[in-house]
């Protein structure tokens, strides 16, 4: 059988082939996924080194990262009560599932009447609690993982768009930056492992930072108001103001993504010093040094 | 063009000090811009760490009430971290010092500054070569240039120290004996050029997260950049690497040299750069190892560290033979280029100095040097261990601008410069650090002949090794008398007899050094609480009330007081009258009287007045023929540093053997003195956490710091832990052969030792780990292993 034989073979019978085709890949696929499925021995096999084992896998949300798929093989089970004293704590089947299942949060209310003055006071009392003044990276208000920055993104981000507590975890207005925990600490870091407070040292601070950056100016009443603080490290105005946010600074048109378009920041805001007149040399490594 | 044609052109007048009395507040261009708040900013170095982030500090009714980063500044790009945004608190901890207080019958009582200032100058008078004075990598310029002249150049005594003896001496002995010149030749822009960053059990997103960050967003972006971590326990630098590479500790040695045994041997090796640029070095004896060794052959250096093969050395360190042969790979490939970086687990070495020469070695001997991005650098852990430890050399053994105290010509350049009579400075170099205060707890008549000392800007009761020993003794000595100049009480004031209140940060002027060269100014922004006054003016004061005494010293050729500032009509200002203090800037006054020194070694800082206008400037900087002023990112590189003559594209023009070549050492694999036995099975290790400096004296004082870290506790492995029947959380006491410490046990925290390794941070003065760690250091740097130790563990 010569080439044009075998072609001539494989033309004619295109539609049958397809059809194998389809069958051989859909048996390795699915073999593929019973072969991942946890056998009775898997299961109580125990733990694998903490390295193999992603924290969680979050459901499928549109517009999410893909994270790889786990085979459920490798999650273990929950520690026995017995067995919990010698245990590390891993994620779990439960866990896993439990995260993943959390509610996702809802679109935001037609209604957006501005919120009350009480409201208001409110909204800006409890961000202002969290932070040393206006501007300051905001502390953590829960426990978080002290070696890994790599957790803090599925909720923080505009993918993890969960409700836990009723609250939907704030998203970071600066995704640029991975090394989150360099900045935002727990507020009460060492809590639960630390011996009695009063063998800590513990001195009160006079410390006043500003409180709030305030509201911005209208030139008059339906005009969009100024931005009242700096743009720097909050680039992503709706990590603050978008959908889902605090009522108080939640703005009515999230549809409209160029915020500056209409609401400009002081330029006194443009926090940056004043360099000498003087040319900066060239410093290209490439160009000759010629003084 | 030769190097003396290119000096010609640099500016060589001296501006004396005498003359430099205007304020040069009113020649700055830029002014606190006040925004709709009413909020002013100003600019200053971060008072923390040797990155030396820019910091905007936000005043408003003479308060500090904001922190931002500023996107431009060239070493932070804006981004800070959390010790940064929080900087503005540590001003007003609510138990802040605000008298002098004396101790009498055991108690602290207030006195006047008048009687404080009389009191030490009293005692110094009595012994003035009993005296010592222990300042501070956060001493800025002018104060250690003011401590340097008052002591060396004063009082004839050498015994001054600052604490960058316990964090960088084993750098500067590295880079002196590879380069015949303190510092690094490269700087951060290095991070964003390296296709390798490699860290020598550095945990840089902890210590320094910002430069992390920089390596960081790179690599978000796409770049190629591998990270590695060698360490010696998993952090959160590791989470973040490419590769771990988990060594037993001390091995760095035996790795460093099995990278440069597989460059000769696959003949990897920079031939032209070696032979062109450098020479091989040992040392004549190693039972007495010394900063200059003698020159060995490339036959012999091939000879000596053949035997480093990756097998053995596998053995040695615990990393693999792939590992090894990976990072023999790297430096082996030309192609790419390697930043190395290191901070306190390099230096704070009994062979600190031999682990840094092997480094500067790898990169010598594999090329990788010179280049953007291919440089080793070590990271400091002060703001101006650089700036004011190491160029102004407040070092028992140095003089400013890298002159040493040993040689004739050096001290005679500095009693000119001083207008003090010859022979004024004493050639004999004083006690180091851990000397120092051991002459202390010594009793007088037992050889202990240091009866006082002035402490500054630092912390020795909490932060020296062994503090039983080199700290706490000195309470029982009723003739020794401790000065203590300090923002809060720390464990140093608790047995202090003289405790006097300093104003911190911008509550005073200063200029700091950073670890990349960069000297960065500040103003005075708000006034410090009480009667706390500048530590500046502590020293001038203090050396004027010993003129008055008749203390001869500290009169110059003509009589003149050693500290004369005047104003513009060339009036003398009693500066050392705190009321005319601030007649004159005196900051720039004394910086200006010192950088004419500072060209002796081409380290030419930028001028007062450049400096209040920009974020800095890396020296040496050099004065164009326009007018402008030039920093310098890499030295001894013809393409950016002035000094390198033209036609050599490298040029170690400091080189200890004169003829323009780097020293690649050859040092061998030493086991450390007190290595884990059956008696002390654990290697204790200690170090700093993200939220907390040094000793905590600040940022203990700031509710997110210390909310985020409230105590210290000690790393376990589970494994260890379960072997003693703990679990996290439990009380568990640690010992070594200086006694023991309880501490809480952290199993699988934020960092995570390997078997048979504890990990205590040292921040918490109510769980002082000094007590127990070990004070023996490098016998060429004189810097503590704090690192190291032999310890045990038992539940409580």
């Given at each position: 059988?010569?080439?044009?034989?075998?072609?001539?073979?494989?033309?004619?019978?295109?539609?049958?082939?397809?059809?194998?085709?389809?069958?051989?890949?859909?048996?390795?696929?699915?073999?593929?996924?019973?072969?991942?499925?946890?056998?009775?021995?898997?299961?109580?096999?125990?733990?694998?080194?903490?390295?193999?084992?992603?924290?969680?896998?979050?459901?499928?949300?549109?517009?999410?990262?893909?994270?790889?798929?786990?085979?459920?093989?490798?999650?273990?089970?929950?520690?026995?009560?017995?067995?919990?004293?010698?245990?590390?704590?891993?994620?779990?089947?439960?866990?896993?599932?439990?995260?993943?299942?959390?509610?996702?949060?809802?679109?935001?209310?037609?209604?957006?009447?501005?919120?009350?003055?009480?409201?208001?006071?409110?909204?800006?009392?409890?961000?202002?609690?969290?932070?040393?003044?206006?501007?300051?990276?905001?502390?953590?208000?829960?426990?978080?993982?002290?070696?890994?920055?790599?957790?803090?993104?599925?909720?923080?981000?505009?993918?993890?768009?969960?409700?836990?507590?009723?609250?939907?975890?704030?998203?970071?207005?600066?995704?640029?930056?991975?090394?989150?925990?360099?900045?935002?600490?727990?507020?009460?870091?060492?809590?639960?492992?630390?011996?009695?407070?009063?063998?800590?040292?513990?001195?009160?601070?006079?410390?006043?930072?500003?409180?709030?950056?305030?509201?911005?100016?209208?030139?008059?009443?339906?005009?969009?108001?100024?931005?009242?603080?700096?743009?720097?490290?909050?680039?992503?105005?709706?990590?603050?103001?978008?959908?889902?946010?605090?009522?108080?600074?939640?703005?009515?048109?999230?549809?409209?993504?160029?915020?500056?378009?209409?609401?400009?920041?002081?330029?006194?805001?443009?926090?940056?010093?004043?360099?000498?007149?003087?040319?900066?040399?060239?410093?290209?490594?490439?160009?000759?040094?010629?003084? | 063009?030769?190097?003396?044609?290119?000096?010609?052109?640099?500016?060589?007048?001296?501006?004396?000090?005498?003359?430099?009395?205007?304020?040069?507040?009113?020649?700055?261009?830029?002014?606190?811009?006040?925004?709709?708040?009413?909020?002013?900013?100003?600019?200053?170095?971060?008072?923390?760490?040797?990155?030396?982030?820019?910091?905007?500090?936000?005043?408003?009714?003479?308060?500090?009430?904001?922190?931002?980063?500023?996107?431009?500044?060239?070493?932070?790009?804006?981004?800070?971290?959390?010790?940064?945004?929080?900087?503005?608190?540590?001003?007003?901890?609510?138990?802040?010092?605000?008298?002098?207080?004396?101790?009498?019958?055991?108690?602290?009582?207030?006195?006047?500054?008048?009687?404080?200032?009389?009191?030490?100058?009293?005692?110094?008078?009595?012994?003035?070569?009993?005296?010592?004075?222990?300042?501070?990598?956060?001493?800025?310029?002018?104060?250690?240039?003011?401590?340097?002249?008052?002591?060396?150049?004063?009082?004839?005594?050498?015994?001054?120290?600052?604490?960058?003896?316990?964090?960088?001496?084993?750098?500067?002995?590295?880079?002196?004996?590879?380069?015949?010149?303190?510092?690094?030749a490269g700087c951060y822009d290095d991070f964003d050029a390296c296709n390798v960053l490699l860290m020598w059990g550095n945990n840089m997103a902890e210590m320094h997260p910002v430069l992390f960050s920089r390596i960081l967003d790179r690599r978000e972006r796409g770049d190629d950049v591998t990270i590695i971590d060698l360490g010696t326990r998993r952090t959160r630098t590791s989470e973040f690497s490419d590769h771990y590479l988990?060594?037993?500790?001390?091995?760095?040695?035996?790795?460093?040299?099995?990278?440069?045994?597989?460059?000769?041997?696959?003949?990897?090796?920079?031939?032209?750069?070696?032979?062109?640029?450098?020479?091989?070095?040992?040392?004549?004896?190693?039972?007495?190892?010394?900063?200059?060794?003698?020159?060995?052959?490339?036959?012999?250096?091939?000879?000596?560290?053949?035997?480093?093969?990756?097998?053995?050395?596998?053995?040695?360190?615990?990393?693999?033979?792939?590992?090894?042969?990976?990072?023999?790979?790297?430096?082996?490939?030309?192609?790419?280029?390697?930043?190395?970086?290191?901070?306190?687990?390099?230096?704070?070495?009994?062979?600190?100095?031999?682990?840094?020469?092997?480094?500067?070695?790898?990169?010598?001997?594999?090329?990788?040097?010179?280049?953007?991005?291919?440089?080793?650098?070590?990271?400091?852990?002060?703001?101006?261990?650089?700036?004011?430890?190491?160029?102004?050399?407040?070092?028992?053994?140095?003089?400013?601008?890298?002159?040493?105290?040993?040689?004739?010509?050096?001290?005679?350049?500095?009693?000119?410069?001083?207008?003090?009579?010859?022979?004024?400075?004493?050639?004999?170099?004083?006690?180091?650090?851990?000397?120092?205060?051991?002459?202390?707890?010594?009793?007088?008549?037992?050889g202990g002949d240091i009866d006082t000392i002035m402490v500054q800007v630092t912390n020795p009761g909490h932060t020296l090794p062994n503090l039983k020993k080199l700290y706490q003794a000195k309470t029982e000595l009723e003739d020794k008398f401790l000065i203590v100049s300090d923002v809060y009480p720390t464990a140093s004031t608790e047995i202090a007899d003289l405790v006097l209140p300093a104003a911190l940060w911008v509550e005073?002027?200063?200029?700091?050094?950073?670890?990349?060269?960069?000297?960065?100014?500040?103003?005075?922004?708000?006034?410090?609480?009480?009667?706390?006054?500048?530590?500046?003016?502590?020293?001038?004061?203090?050396?004027?009330?010993?003129?008055?005494?008749?203390?001869?010293?500290?009169?110059?050729?003509?009589?003149?007081?050693?500290?004369?500032?005047?104003?513009?009509?060339?009036?003398?200002?009693?500066?050392?009258?705190?009321?005319?203090?601030?007649?004159?800037?005196?900051?720039?006054?004394?910086?200006?009287?010192?950088?004419?020194?500072?060209?002796?070694?081409?380290?030419?800082?930028?001028?007062?007045?450049?400096?209040?206008?920009?974020?800095?400037?890396?020296?040496?900087?050099?004065?164009?023929?326009?007018?402008?002023?030039?920093?310098?990112?890499?030295?001894?590189?013809?393409?950016?540093?002035?000094?390198?003559?033209?036609?050599?594209?490298?040029?170690?023009?400091?080189?200890?053997?004169?003829?323009?070549?780097?020293?690649?050492?050859?040092?061998?694999?030493?086991?450390?003195?007190?290595?884990?036995?059956?008696?002390?099975?654990?290697?204790?290790?200690?170090?700093?956490?993200?939220?907390?400096?040094?000793?905590?004296?600040?940022?203990?004082?700031?509710?997110?710091?210390?909310?985020?870290?409230?105590?210290?506790?000690?790393?376990?492995?589970?494994?260890?832990?379960?072997?003693?029947?703990?679990?996290?959380?439990?009380?568990?006491?640690?010992?070594?052969?200086?006694?023991?410490?309880?501490?809480?046990?952290?199993?699988?925290?934020?960092?995570?030792?390997?078997?048979?390794?504890?990990?205590?941070?040292?921040?918490?003065?109510?769980?002082?780990?000094?007590?127990?760690?070990?004070?023996?250091?490098?016998?060429?740097?004189?810097?503590?292993?704090?690192?190291?130790?032999?310890?045990?563990?038992?539940?409580?």
């Amino acid at each position: 059988m010569d080439n044009h034989e075998v072609e001539t073979y494989f033309r004619q019978r295109r539609k049958t082939l397809a059809v194998v085709f389809l069958m051989i890949g859909m048996l390795a696929v699915s073999g593929f996924f019973m072969g991942m499925r946890q056998t009775e021995r898997q299961v109580t096999r125990g733990q694998l080194p903490a390295a193999e084992i992603p924290a969680f896998t979050p459901a499928e949300i549109p517009g999410a990262p893909k994270y790889p798929e786990i085979a459920t093989a490798e999650i273990p089970d929950a520690p026995k009560y017995p067995e919990i004293a010698a245990t590390d704590w891993l994620a779990n089947r439960d866990w896993k599932f439990t995260l993943a299942n959390l509610p996702r949060a809802a679109a935001p209310p037609a209604d957006l009447s501005p919120p009350t003055e009480e409201e208001a006071a409110v909204a800006i009392e409890r961000r202002r609690s969290l932070r040393a003044y206006s501007g300051a990276p905001p502390v953590v208000p829960h426990a978080i993982d002290s070696l890994r920055s790599t957790a803090c993104m599925s909720c923080h981000s505009e993918a993890g768009n969960l409700v836990i507590g009723g609250k939907r975890p704030p998203e970071i207005s600066h995704p640029w930056i991975t090394n989150c925990t360099s900045c935002h600490v727990p507020a009460d870091g060492l809590r639960q492992l630390t011996a009695a407070e009063e063998t800590r040292l513990h001195v009160e601070n006079e410390f006043l930072g500003k409180a709030s950056a305030g509201k911005g100016s209208r030139a008059y009443p339906t005009a969009p108001p100024t931005m009242p603080h700096p743009v720097w490290m909050r680039q992503n105005c709706m990590a603050c103001h978008g959908p889902g946010r605090e009522q108080a600074i939640r703005t009515s048109h999230p549809e409209r993504r160029n915020c500056l378009q209409c609401h400009a920041p002081n330029a006194a805001f443009d926090n940056r010093e004043t360099y000498s007149t003087n040319p900066k040399p060239p410093i290209d490594p490439t160009v000759s040094d010629q003084p | 063009m030769n190097l003396t044609e290119r000096r010609s052109f640099l500016k060589t007048s001296a501006l004396a000090a005498a003359s430099a009395a205007a304020a040069a507040r009113a020649e700055t261009p830029f002014e606190a811009s006040a925004v709709p708040d009413d909020i002013a900013w100003d600019k200053a170095p971060c008072r923390f760490c040797g990155t030396g982030c820019h910091v905007k500090v936000g005043v408003q009714d003479g308060k500090v009430v904001a922190i931002a980063g500023h996107p431009e500044a060239a070493v932070n790009k804006g981004l800070l971290c959390v010790k940064g945004y929080h900087v503005g608190g540590i001003l007003y901890g609510k138990d802040r010092l605000t008298d002098p207080m004396l101790r009498r019958n055991g108690v602290l009582e207030k006195i006047t500054w008048e009687e404080a200032i009389d009191i030490a100058a009293r005692r110094i008078m009595k012994n003035p070569a009993g005296f010592g004075f222990y300042s501070s990598g956060q001493s800025t310029i002018p104060e250690g240039y003011a401590i340097n002249k008052f002591m060396k150049g004063g009082l004839s005594n050498n015994h001054t120290e600052p604490n960058a003896r316990l964090c960088m001496a084993s750098a500067v002995t590295g880079y002196i004996s590879t380069y015949g010149v303190d510092e690094p030749a490269g700087c951060y822009d290095d991070f964003d050029a390296c296709n390798v960053l490699l860290m020598w059990g550095n945990n840089m997103a902890e210590m320094h997260p910002v430069l992390f960050s920089r390596i960081l967003d790179r690599r978000e972006r796409g770049d190629d950049v591998t990270i590695i971590d060698l360490g010696t326990r998993r952090t959160r630098t590791s989470e973040f690497s490419d590769h771990y590479l988990e060594f037993r500790p001390q091995t760095d040695l035996a790795i460093a040299n099995c990278i440069a045994r597989q460059l000769i041997e696959r003949g990897a090796w920079d031939k032209e750069f070696v032979e062109t640029h450098c020479a091989f070095r040992a040392d004549a004896d190693i039972e007495k190892p010394d900063l200059l060794g003698v020159a060995i052959s490339f036959d012999d250096f091939k000879q000596r560290i053949a035997e480093y093969t990756p097998e053995y050395v596998s053995g040695l360190s615990g990393l693999s033979v792939e590992q090894l042969t990976l990072l023999g790979d790297l430096f082996a490939n030309p192609d790419i280029r390697i930043t190395s970086t290191w901070c306190m687990g390099m230096n704070q070495h009994t062979r600190g100095t031999a682990i840094n020469r092997l480094v500067h070695g790898i990169h010598l001997l594999s090329g990788h040097f010179g280049k953007p991005g291919d440089a080793p650098t070590s990271l400091t852990g002060q703001p101006s261990a650089c700036g004011t430890a190491r160029e102004v050399g407040t070092l028992c053994h140095t003089l400013p601008g890298g002159r040493l105290v040993a040689k004739e010509e050096h001290r005679g350049e500095c009693e000119k410069h001083w207008n003090l009579p010859a022979g004024r400075i004493n050639p004999t170099p004083g006690h180091h650090t851990v000397l120092l205060f051991e002459k202390l707890c010594t009793p007088t008549d037992k050889g202990g002949d240091i009866d006082t000392i002035m402490v500054q800007v630092t912390n020795p009761g909490h932060t020296l090794p062994n503090l039983k020993k080199l700290y706490q003794a000195k309470t029982e000595l009723e003739d020794k008398f401790l000065i203590v100049s300090d923002v809060y009480p720390t464990a140093s004031t608790e047995i202090a007899d003289l405790v006097l209140p300093a104003a911190l940060w911008v509550e005073k002027s200063g200029v700091y050094g950073n670890s990349e060269r960069r000297t960065q100014q500040w103003f005075k922004m708000v006034e410090p609480p009480g009667q706390a006054r500048e530590d500046l003016w502590m020293t001038i004061a203090i050396a004027r009330r010993l003129f008055e005494l008749g203390h001869s010293g500290m009169k110059d050729k003509d009589g003149d007081f050693i500290f004369r500032f005047t104003d513009d009509a060339g009036n003398e200002v009693p500066a050392w009258d705190y009321a005319h203090f601030h007649d004159v800037n005196v900051d720039r006054a004394l910086y200006e009287d010192y950088r004419p020194l500072t060209h002796l070694k081409h380290k030419h800082v930028a001028p007062y007045d450049v400096l209040s206008r920009e974020t800095g400037m890396r020296w040496p900087v050099v004065e164009q023929p326009d007018g402008s002023w030039r920093e310098t990112r890499w030295r001894f590189s013809e393409f950016d540093d002035p000094f390198v003559e033209k036609g050599k594209g490298i040029e170690f023009y400091h080189s200890t053997t004169d003829d323009g070549r780097a020293q690649i050492w050859f040092c061998p694999f030493e086991r450390h003195p007190e290595e884990p036995d059956d008696e002390y099975p654990f290697w204790l290790c200690t170090g700093r956490v993200l939220e907390h400096w040094h000793s905590g004296t600040m940022t203990m004082r700031v509710p997110q710091l210390r909310g985020a870290m409230p105590n210290a506790y000690c790393e376990v492995h589970p494994e260890d832990a379960a072997a003693v029947g703990v679990g996290n959380g439990d009380e568990i006491i640690i010992s070594t052969r200086r006694g023991e410490i309880a501490l809480t046990a952290w199993l699988n925290g934020r960092g995570r030792p390997p078997r048979g390794t504890l990990f205590v941070p040292f921040f918490d003065e109510k769980r002082l780990i000094n007590n127990i760690t070990l004070d023996a250091y490098c016998p060429i740097s004189k810097e503590p292993d704090y690192k190291k130790c032999a310890a045990r563990l038992r539940k409580a």
